[in-house]
């Protein structure tokens, strides 16, 4: 394609879709015409218009479809991805477009639809008592009660299990063991321990039960073992499209492998500078290694239609920190609003908790200056990014490590009682009251991303009970809200007497004597009124801007980000040192400052902990960034 001249290309595009209403740049036209039965990777830089060249290659294949009984598949990550892209099919190629004998939709439903629920029962040895071999699903985080029969003791003294859905098969010979749990490390099990833990996975699978890990390993396993029917997949859907590459596991790329192998074509859309799951097993280093292998063509967007310039080349300079090699070079599309757009700011702990201000004010400053009301930075569109939520729980309404278990539960009535009340009061109403309680009554050993969810309720079970206690405790005559003016010492007293009351309906709970104890009054607060504390917790920011991690973000266009370090190097990828480090152990922390870093349109601010002779500046500086005072 290469000799052809731009315009013939987009003729040829246009020849075969429905209305092409957009100027298409020739890389994209490049992998558009790219012949559909030879493999390639398209590597696409952020804000290329990625999921809109997807939709446009799939439509300009499925025009010329002739064959009734067999089709492509296009995969995508999740269901939003999916739609977006079957939307853009539909709208090149028509609605029918995306019906049979195409697949447009998440890699799970098809491995589900088309291995998994046919086929896996016959290597599972799954023997169901009804004509229905189809497998149930249930979470890796779940805990309900008839898994309980799965469960394996790993140590008496002290005690400790493994529930059966927080382990599976890896995709190896022979196949291995693999958490996904942090709470199990299955790195220095003995044999006959390592061997129940194999026998209650295959007593799991054999009832019909798998996990999304499992039922991978299941049509890894099917495939592999079976000709037959991994010929049939292949005739079915000879050429698959991946898009969102850089987040396939070691057990997808393996299923992959497998059809490659006996001859599907496989499509790579993605950005491995983006691969941040290595929690999921997601290695990148795998994902070069299928590339490689497979010969895909590596077909590059270097236009950026989201970022200013400025922004751009840091995203470029951290690439470079990621791959050990010099970026190819990215140019961006949007338009600079202010020469200041990529700042550094250092921050004393003092100056912490005013960060979020900060950042509006900063939002503000740079919309006065601007006489078009179009191109203005929306604050409801920006963001204050971090590795994890502790270093957000500074800022927001939700429990710091600063609040006591009593605090805690006053404050989360403060954000039930917001008028109106929003999705985010009751969320962090619920998971403050949810860390408080599980403090006092199952010594804090809980699921903080599930409201502290302790491990004998389900999540559901859990959040249930924190709502009939929040509605419980808010009735007014139960005299704990509203606070009127109250001090704590006579509050406290008042919420000891309905917790005592409640505490029966706690399932299994630490012993009410030893818990009564710890519900007292906020050192040197016993005179002070509870309103006044409580809404001197609450900062007023919090509604105007949203805060999320890094992961929450992945694949958003923001107008303005602030990424916030945490202050020490104990949040592992989130302090700032960890984002510009050679380190090749650490080139997932880089890969994560490449994410956040690359969201934004207009403004990008890194706040940094001040150290003393940090001989990291120079470094932050050369990637783009303006030291500039914010106090």
């Not at 809109?52 to 067999?70: M, Q, S």
């Not at 994890?388 to 539960?409: C, D, Q, R, V, W």
């Not at 109403?429 to 309680?437: R, W």
């Amino acid at each position: 394609m290469g000799r052809l001249l731009i315009e013939e290309k987009l003729n040829i595009v246009q020849s075969r879709i429905i209305k092409l209403d957009l100027q298409l740049s020739e890389e994209q036209l490049d992998f558009i015409l790219h012949p559909m039965l030879q493999n390639c990777y398209l590597s696409a830089c952020p804000g290329s218009g990625k999921t809109e060249v997807v939709g446009i290659k799939a439509a300009y294949e499925i025009a010329e479809w002739k064959d009734n009984f067999c089709g492509i598949a296009v995969l995508s990550f999740t269901k939003n991805a999916a739609k977006e892209i079957s939307d853009r099919i539909k709208k090149y190629s028509g609605v029918s477009s995306v019906r049979h004998p195409h697949f447009v939709g998440t890699i799970d439903s098809w491995l589900h639809s088309y291995l998994l629920h046919p086929f896996a029962h016959k290597t599972a040895n799954y023997d169901s008592k009804s004509d229905d071999k189809s497998f149930r699903i249930i979470d890796n985080e779940e805990r309900y009660d008839f898994l309980t029969s799965f469960k394996t003791v790993l140590s008496v003294k002290p005690y400790k299990d493994a529930w059966v859905n927080e382990y599976y098969f890896e995709c190896t010979e022979p196949p291995t063991l693999q958490s996904q749990s942090r709470y199990l490390d299955l790195s220095n099990i003995l044999n006959p321990i390592k061997e129940t833990l194999e026998k209650n996975k295959k007593k799991l699978l054999k009832a019909g039960l798998a996990t999304y890990a499992d039922a991978e390993f299941l049509c890894y396993y099917m495939l592999k073992n079976r000709a037959s029917i991994l010929s049939l997949i292949v005739k079915r859907f000879p050429v698959i499209y991946i898009d969102e590459c850089q987040d396939l596991s070691l057990n997808q790329l393996e299923i992959l492998q497998l059809l490659n192998d006996s001859g599907a074509k496989v499509h790579f859309v993605g950005d491995r500078n983006q691969s941040i799951y290595e929690f999921k097993k997601v290695y990148v280093e795998k994902i070069n290694n299928f590339i490689i292998k497979n010969g895909m063509t590596e077909i590059h967007l270097t236009k950026n239609f989201r970022s200013n310039q400025n922004i751009v080349n840091v995203a470029m300079g951290l690439e470079s920190y990621n791959t050990g090699k010099t970026a190819k070079k990215i140019i961006g599309h949007e338009v600079l609003l202010t020469e200041e757009c990529c700042l550094v700011w250092e921050y004393e702990p003092s100056d912490f908790i005013s960060l979020p201000q900060n950042f509006i004010n900063i939002i503000k400053d740079i919309n006065l200056s601007l006489s078009e009301e179009s191109v203005k930075i929306e604050i409801n569109n920006s963001v204050i990014l971090a590795r994890a939520h502790s270093t957000l729980s500074l800022f927001k309404n939700t429990p710091g490590s600063k609040l006591s278990k009593i605090e805690l539960i006053a404050n989360a009535l403060s954000c039930w009682s917001n008028t109106p009340r929003t999705g985010k009061d009751m969320q962090n109403a619920l998971h403050q009251l949810g860390k408080s309680l599980c403090m006092l009554g199952y010594n804090g050993s809980g699921n903080h991303q599930n409201q502290y969810c302790p491990e004998n309720y389900t999540n559901f079970e859990w959040r249930a009970l924190l709502f009939d206690l929040i509605t419980s405790i808010s009735t007014p005559e139960n005299k704990i809200f509203p606070f009127d003016d109250v001090n704590w010492k006579d509050w406290t007293a008042s919420l000891k007497s309905f917790l005592k009351n409640y505490w029966n309906n706690l399932r299994d709970p630490n012993n009410w004597d030893s818990v009564k104890t710890k519900i007292k009054s906020p050192s040197g607060f016993a005179d002070k009124p509870v309103a006044e504390t409580v809404a001197a917790i609450q900062n007023s920011y919090t509604n105007s801007v949203r805060m999320t991690t890094f992961h929450d973000v992945k694949g958003e266009t923001l107008d303005a980000a602030l990424i916030v370090s945490s202050p020490n190097k104990k949040s592992k990828g989130g302090h700032f040192e960890h984002w510009i480090s050679q380190n090749s152990s650490e080139s997932e922390y880089v890969r994560f400052a490449y994410v956040a870093s690359s969201r934004p349109k207009h403004l990008l601010i890194w706040a940094i902990p001040k150290v003393k002779n940090n001989k990291h500046l120079k470094r932050i500086q050369e990637l783009g960034f303006s030291l500039k005072s914010f106090t």
